[in-house]
């Protein structure tokens, strides 16, 4: 079993930061890799940032130079810092791990609401 906690979201200012944290428990083996998506209402879910237990990253497009993920692999823990936030960035921010073996297996968090408004 796998449970994965998001926090750090709020209400936040064009132009401020925030820095987004999941928290895991739990192993199903081999993990593959890890990352944020985003949904909005309306809108279908997004990828907005990926890593690897080795460190390698990837990132949309929208959030190229705006955002960093990060991670602990002894603590279990990922991180997304975000700055320069936009109104389009407002979204439930859903943590992700994927595990790796004789098939891949998905876990998510419960989000976290991130708006950005003045």
């Known amino acids: 079993q796998v449970q994965l906690a998001e926090s750090g979201g709020g209400l936040v200012q064009p132009g401020g930061s925030l820095r987004l944290t999941c928290a895991a428990s739990?192993?199903?083996?081999?993990?593959?890799?890890m990352g944020w998506h985003r949904q909005a209402p309306g809108k279908q879910r997004e990828r907005v940032a990926g890593?690897?237990?080795?460190?390698?990253?990837n990132y949309a497009d929208s959030m190229k130079g705006r955002a960093t993920i990060s991670r602990d692999n002894a603590k279990n823990m990922i991180y997304l810092q975000m700055a320069d936030l936009k109104p389009e960035d407002t979204a439930v921010y859903y943590c992700?791990?994927?595990?790796?073996?004789?098939?891949?297996?998905?876990?998510w968090g419960q989000g976290t609401q991130v708006t950005v408004s003045s």
């Open positions: 992700c791990y994927v595990f790796t073996g004789a098939s891949l297996r998905t876990y």
């Open positions: 739990g192993s199903d083996g081999e993990i593959q890799s």
């Open positions: 890593i690897t237990t080795g460190g390698l990253t």
